[in-house]
């Protein structure tokens, strides 16, 4: 058995602070508590991502790696996850039976933490984790330790992350940093009194502003923003101040004042936000640190579909500007529909001929490269070598759908339909 590019079902989290975008962005029906969080592609233990559909569907993704090994992650997926180096399989059995995933995984250490505890973590881990994050209220202000104190925990990762703001409603802000001189004797009587608000830097923020969190540092999402969030694979998280808020049972959400305070940075920082500009049809990098590489395309076919019965393409001007700058309302999420199955993108006739497909560069043994499509939709092809020749494989993704592109593949492509805006994640 062969990997392909692969989609994993949503993983869904209810939030005292959540909203009520997630459901239309993904195109999903949803009845229940506000959503605050769609897990996209997660190893992290107790939330492990499943395959949604192909001959691996069902499988999870820590069974997905010791399966592949290298195949799946590249080598430094398979060193950035757990320090070894899985064996590199293309083929599983005559069966297609995948092995066992291993036992080992991490068990709360207790309700009122709220993070975990290590209990012997050997099997083999993926390094990052990939959110959509809803916030229909301010969440908590918070901080993440980095690797040396998270190890000193107990646990395998640290945790630093970023931001890509997807859409964000009049006014919202988000912060991060300290805006000014704060000493860490100041610091719980701070997180105490929540005049911790009045030290951490405070941005409005627009779709496509960029946010670089290093371990460390203190910040919060406000409320009204929508955002992509990519990140070290792990759920632990320092709450600080929390605005005297009962959670989703009823009682107060624990603090973590004492770890925080060993966790913070307290480096004024002069401006966390950028805004970077994105030409049109080009991979444009937006965030590069040891833990992830991180680029945006915003692409736009010269081709698009001038009628079902025709099957080819006509020109079009796009006004990316325009479009980005648009609000969940005027973009139509609330009465969006799925693209379906039986239609698809491109007629693989005109379009192709006309080399409307966008080349992005893959780590071919090096890293696995995932997609997380924030506006439109695009096909995507991929080249994976098989047992003989490389086999082309084409895929569909759409608006609030991620895909994960192994590191065996050789080639990748992107035809959007018309129009697409594409997150670019490797190691």
């Not at 966390?272 to 040891?290: E, F, G, M, Q, W």
């Not at 696995?368 to 082309?392: S, W, Y």
Request: glycine fraction near 10%; charge should be negative.
């Amino acid at each position: 058995m062969t990997l392909y590019p692969l989609k994993f079902n949503s993983i869904l989290k209810s939030k005292v602070w959540g909203g009520d975008k997630l459901p239309a962005f993904k195109s999903i029906d949803y009845s229940g508590e506000p959503l605050g969080e769609s897990w996209e592609l997660s190893a992290v233990p107790g939330d492990d991502s499943v395959v949604a559909e192909g001959p691996l569907k069902g499988k999870t993704l820590p069974e997905l790696i010791d399966a592949f090994g290298v195949d799946l992650l590249g080598r430094k997926g398979s060193a950035a996850s757990d320090g070894r180096a899985p064996e590199a399989k293309k083929c599983v059995d005559a069966s297609g039976t995948l092995p066992p995933a291993s036992s080992a995984s991490l068990t709360p250490r207790g309700a009122e933490q709220g993070d975990y505890a290590p209990r012997n973590v050997t099997a083999a881990g993926f390094p990052l984790l990939f959110k959509f994050i809803d916030a229909g209220d301010d969440l908590s202000v918070q901080v993440h330790p980095d690797d040396e104190m998270a190890r000193r925990r107990g646990f395998p990762f640290g945790k630093t992350e970023m931001w890509y703001v997807v859409d964000a409603e009049p006014g919202a802000r988000l912060f991060s940093g300290f805006s000014v001189p704060t000493k860490a004797e100041e610091f719980r009587s701070l997180a105490l009194d929540g005049g911790i608000m009045e030290r951490l830097g405070s941005y409005e923020v627009h779709p496509g502003d960029v946010f670089f969190l290093p371990a460390g540092r203190v910040h919060a999402i406000g409320r009204g923003c929508f955002v992509a969030e990519i990140q070290q694979s792990s759920d632990c998280t320092y709450r600080i101040y929390d605005y005297n808020r009962p959670g989703l049972d009823g009682r107060p959400r624990a603090l973590h004042i004492d770890d925080a305070l060993e966790a913070t940075d307290f480096s004024v920082v002069e401006n966390a936000k950028s805004h970077p500009d994105v030409p049109l049809n080009t991979l444009t990098p937006i965030v590069s640190c040891p833990y992830f590489n991180v680029s945006v395309l915003h692409a736009a076919s010269v081709l698009t579909p001038c009628g079902a019965e025709q099957g080819d393409y006509a020109p079009q001007n796009v006004n990316t500007a325009s479009s980005r700058a648009q609000t969940a309302e005027d973009r139509g999420w609330a009465a969006s529909t799925p693209y379906s199955a039986e239609r698809p993108l491109s007629s693989g006739g005109r379009a192709d001929a006309a080399k409307a497909w966008l080349t992005v560069p893959c780590k071919a043994g090096e890293s696995f490269t995932v997609l997380m499509c924030t506006e439109g939709c695009a096909e995507i092809e991929t080249g994976i070598p098989a047992d003989g020749p490389t086999k082309g494989h084409r895929t569909e993704l759409r608006r609030g759908e991620t895909l994960m592109i192994p590191a065996c593949a050789t080639s990748l492509k992107v035809l959007p339909s018309p129009e697409a805006n594409l997150l670019v994640v490797s190691l």
